[in-house]
Structures are given as structure tokens and as C-alpha cells.
């Protein structure tokens, strides 16, 4: 059974759409992130989320907007979407926010033409 | 987050012990040592974790040098499916920081037949 799963895996859209990539979790974690690798591979933390709440917004913009459904969800849906969107983003989630791991989802590769 | 600093790639044997050093000579008393991997196409994978005890689990080894400067990730029989990239990080696990992970460049291992 996957663990973190996200839908789809593959988005290649035009600039200037919006689009939307979800994300399952079946571990019964309370807390989900977004993570965005970039072309040289850096992986940089984006959105928090505990008990479908934001926690932490780094820097990115309002283009940007994830929604939390229930604890189990965190979609993030994207407009108008611009060349320097096209990366890799990662969805995973924990168990509280203490040391217990994260566990990642395997990536949605967004490709903006 | 305490700076870590990894050699960008290493190369090991298959079947020989896999060394993967860390430095993270400004860390403070509160910050533990994480490891990460990233398997080509996938998403992060949480390896190992410590404070101050070397710890040891299914996959791997952790030491942590007595000062805590430093550390040392060991794969004891390195295979082919072990060739990834290797993250060392340094936090403090909480809400403060939105319980987010500061991935860097990591360290490239390649397990060479």
C-alpha cells in the first residue's frame, strides 16, 4: 500500500493555466508539507500543515494556495502558471511535529511550455 | 538549522561498507542529526536519526562524533540499489520552525558492481 500519494505524476501544461496536484496520505499523520526540487535539484520546504492548519508559508507566492480537506489531504492548486513553476514538488507527512520522520510521496514532475 | 557539510559524491564497492561523512561543526545541544536519501525518480526516504548515541536500525549505522561536530552515516553492505543522493541534516524538531526539513546538496553515492 502506498503511503503518501500524489496525483498525477506527470503535468505538462501552457503558461498562464492553473492546475492542481493532489495528495493522499494513509498513515494516519496529523501533519503535511510541500517540498518544491528545483531543476538543480535543491529541495525546499514550502507550505506546513498541522490538523489542516498552516503552520509555516515560505516565501512562496500567492499563486500558490494548498487547501487541507481533512487531516489525510493536502491538495495545492497553482494559477497562472509561469516557466519558473516547472520543478519537481513532493508531498509528505509526520506525526506531530517533533523527530519523527518524514515520509515523502514519490513527486509530481510539473513541465510549464 | 545548524549548516551541514557533505562531500558533493563517493564511490563504494558492492558488498564493502559505505562511509558518508558530515560535518555540522556549528550544531547546538538541541539539534538532532538526520539522514535522507533520494533514489533516482523518487521521493526522500528517511533513513536514520540521532541526538548524541550512535544509533543503528534495518538500514543503516549513525555516528556521532563525541562533540557532535560531526557524523558518520554507514550502509555495512552497500548494494547497487543503494546508489542515491544523501542528505545530512541538523534541526530542531517543532511547530516553531513548522517542523520543516533544510535539505542541502548532499552527498552522491555511487555503488559501483
Known amino acids: 500500500d502506498t503511503a503518501v500519494s500524489q496525483t498525477p505524476k506527470y503535468l505538462v501544461t501552457q503558461m498562464g493555466n492553473d492546475k492542481s496536484i493532489k495528495c493522499e496520505q494513509n498513515l494516519g499523520h496529523d501533519t503535511m508539507y510541500w517540498y518544491k526540487q528545483d531543476s538543480k535539484k535543491f529541495l525546499k520546504i514550502m507550505f506546513s500543515?498541522?490538523?489542516?492548519?498552516?503552520?509555516i508559508n515560505e516565501t512562496v507566492p500567492n499563486r500558490f494556495s494548498p487547501k487541507s480537506p481533512d487531516k489525510a489531504h493536502l491538495n495545492l492548486h497553482i494559477n497562472s502558471l509561469e516557466l519558473g513553476d516547472s520543478a519537481v514538488y513532493f508531498c509528505a507527512s509526520s506525526q506531530g511535529f517533533n523527530n519523527q520522520p518524514q515520509h515523502f510521496g514519490d513527486g509530481t514532475r510539473l513541465s510549464i511550455l | 538549522d545548524a549548516k551541514t557539510t557533505q562531500p558533493p559524491s563517493m564511490d563504494c564497492a558492492e558488498g564493502r561498507a559505505a562511509n558518508l561523512p558530515c560535518n555540522h561543526s556549528t550544531i547546538s545541544g538541541n539539534e538532532y542529526v538526520y539522514w535522507y536519501r533520494q533514489i533516482h525518480s523518487q521521493g526522500p526516504q528517511y533513513i536514520i536519526h540521532g541526538l548524541k548515541n550512535n544509533e543503528t536500525n534495518e538500514m543503516a549505522s549513525l555516528i556521532i562524533t563525541e562533540d557532535r561536530k560531526s557524523s558518520t552515516l554507514i550502509l555495512p553492505h552497500a548494494t547497487l540499489r543503494d546508489t542515491a543522493v544523501y542528505y545530512c541534516?541538523?534541526?530542531?524538531?517543532?511547530?516553531?520552525?513548522?517542523?520543516?526539513?533544510?535539505f542541502g546538496g548532499g552527498t552522491r553515492l555511487m555503488v559501483k558492481p
Open positions: 541534516i541538523v534541526r530542531v524538531p517543532g511547530v516553531n520552525a513548522g517542523n520543516m526539513l533544510t
Open positions: 500543515y498541522n490538523n489542516k492548519e498552516l503552520i
